[in-house]
């Protein structure tokens, strides 16, 4: 049993706000609902499964099935952190290959930036029963030093460099400025980077993710239904999910879940890294990015710094066009949450639909890859293969 | 450099962990080990993470280890190392290091337990460095 060439995607949009004051969280997941409807070719009637996160208002999709008035015979709250909708893409098709659905609604949307949140550097109340938050609150992880700390150890293990780290950023930053929506289209050198203020060591201001409001939503559906519409079909091809914790105590930074989601996507699809045309990778941080593309096996496990260098990221010019949008790091992190933008732009991508500026020629195989959670004490990790037909 | 302006939040225990809580109090630092697979387990578990044996037992810990990594966050009122500190037992874990200069910390440094108190007054295991 697999999902290769059981699913596809049929819509997708990405919702133009960066900042939404006077509009609610379940407004802007029917406003993403309606783009990716519209996108397909498809009504809302049409819809026979939903999945949704975290970042939906309310009980799983409880609330969110009542306020779009869907009826729905198959549901998804999967939630693992800012990977969950490359999981439900995953787990549209799964449920779409047994007959369960026809066609999956999957919706995104918060508004952190209007509430003023601060996402990366303010500790986070824990739910008490969680069995983490006794043994780590009282030392005030937050997003951000969590994360550095994988930077750190990833710096003394291989003599990776802030440099290095930096030209992820640098090429984000080439895609964005054809990026009308982009909160940050400048184009930044690796200079202005790493002499960004420190924000928690070794991690800089500009190592940093944006902090956005907005949402996406995309639709999968059964072959059938692609073949019947009008745009171009976007083909699932395989699929990889994975958590990764403290291992009881073994901890060991050095590397992400993608490790173990990549393999597992990649044999689904039948594919090689080097087969991957344009990958969407999440970028929380720079250090996100770095990890994942090694453990991916896009190179080798510590060559990181050397493979992301001297623009070998930027469409147009290095081997691996990555994050065409300009990413989290530059374009937008819709409810802290970016695995639905990764997935967004690999659709345009495979599509033709990405800037002309920024398109990858011949893109017939693209990945998305997200994490979750922290990188530096628990995350999953999705991985999808998807495929142009 | 101990923090002094923001006051630590207070572990909230569940009943399982008293033991360790009630040792701290008393300025013992104690971890979980099992008697089944003879392995040391951070953070404890009444199940073994390892084998799921329910054989786990407290044992007094050195109290001592070496960095793993560290990050220094710069943008708080009072800057802070968090820090993974791989403990002499085996087992690596989450906790501070204070009362040091924290320009001078290094992964692989050799660091000593002490128990800083948090706003309810409960003793919570953190790290400063020490010379061999």
């Given amino acids: 049993m697999t999902i290769n060439g059981k699913a596809y995607i049929v819509g997708a949009f990405e919702h133009p706000t960066r900042k939404a004051p006077d509009k609610s969280v379940a407004h802007l997941h029917a406003e993403v609902a309606k783009g990716a409807l519209k996108d397909a070719g498809l009504t809302k009637s049409d819809v026979d499964g939903y999945f949704c996160a975290g970042d939906a208002p309310g009980l799983g999709p409880l609330s969110m099935v009542d306020y779009l008035n869907l009826k729905v015979r198959h549901l998804d709250s999967t939630d693992t952190g800012g990977s969950s909708y490359i999981v439900h893409v995953a787990h549209a098709a799964e449920a779409i290959a047994l007959g369960k659905c026809s066609i999956a609604l999957i919706t995104l949307a918060g508004r952190p930036r209007s509430e003023g949140m601060q996402t990366g550097i303010a500790p986070r109340e824990g739910n008490p029963a969680i069995p983490d938050v006794e043994w780590e609150s009282p030392f005030r992880p937050t997003t951000v030093n969590m994360y550095a700390m994988c930077a750190m150890r990833h710096m003394h293990e291989f003599g990776t460099t802030s440099e290095q780290l930096a030209w992820i950023k640098v090429a984000a930053s080439h895609h964005a400025q054809h990026n009308p929506n982009a909160m940050l289209p400048k184009v930044v050198t690796v200079e202005e980077v790493v002499n960004s203020p420190v924000v928690s060591d070794p991690l800089h201001r500009l190592d940093c993710c944006v902090i956005s409001d907005g949402g996406g939503a995309l639709i999968v559906a059964k072959p059938e239904i692609a073949r019947s519409l009008k745009r171009p079909r976007v083909k699932i091809l395989g699929a990889g999910e994975a958590i990764k914790g403290q291992s009881g105590g073994d901890v060991d930074l050095t590397f992400s879940a993608g490790a173990w989601s990549g393999p597992v996507a990649f044999a689904e699809a039948g594919v090689k890294p080097a087969d991957i045309k344009y990958a969407s990778i999440y970028d929380s941080f720079t250090i996100t990015v770095l990890m994942q593309i090694e453990d991916l096996g896009f190179c080798g496990k510590g060559d990181g710094g050397k493979f992301v260098s001297d623009g070998n990221l930027i469409s147009g010019v290095g081997k691996l066009p990555f994050n065409t949008d300009g990413g989290g790091l530059c374009n937008n992190h819709p409810a802290n949450r970016g695995g639905m933008t990764k997935v967004i732009e690999a659709v345009r991508q495979l599509r033709g639909e990405a800037h002309p500026a920024v398109q990858v020629k011949n893109c017939d195989i693209a990945l998305a890859q997200g994490t979750g959670g922290r990188l530096g004490s628990r995350h999953g990790s999705a991985t999808l293969i998807l495929g142009r037909e | ?132």
């Fill in chain 2, 1 to 132: 450099m101990k923090p002094e302006k923001e006051v630590m939040q207070a572990p909230m225990s569940h009943p399982e962990n008293q033991p360790f809580w009630d040792a701290a109090a008393e300025g013992k630092f104690i971890i979980r080990k099992c008697a089944a697979c003879g392995r040391v387990h951070w953070y404890p578990r009444a199940i073994c993470p390892f084998c799921f044996s329910d054989r786990t037992e407290w044992v007094r810990a050195s109290g001592r280890g070496t960095i793993y990594s560290y990050s220094v966050m710069r943008r708080a009122d009072e800057p802070y190392a968090i820090a993974y500190v791989t403990l002499e037992e085996g087992p690596t874990m989450l906790t501070n290091i204070v009362d040091c200069d924290f320009d001078a910390l290094k992964i692989g440094q050799r660091v000593q337990l002490v128990f800083e108190v948090s706003e309810k007054g409960a003793p919570v295991p953190m790290f400063t460095p020490y010379e061999a």
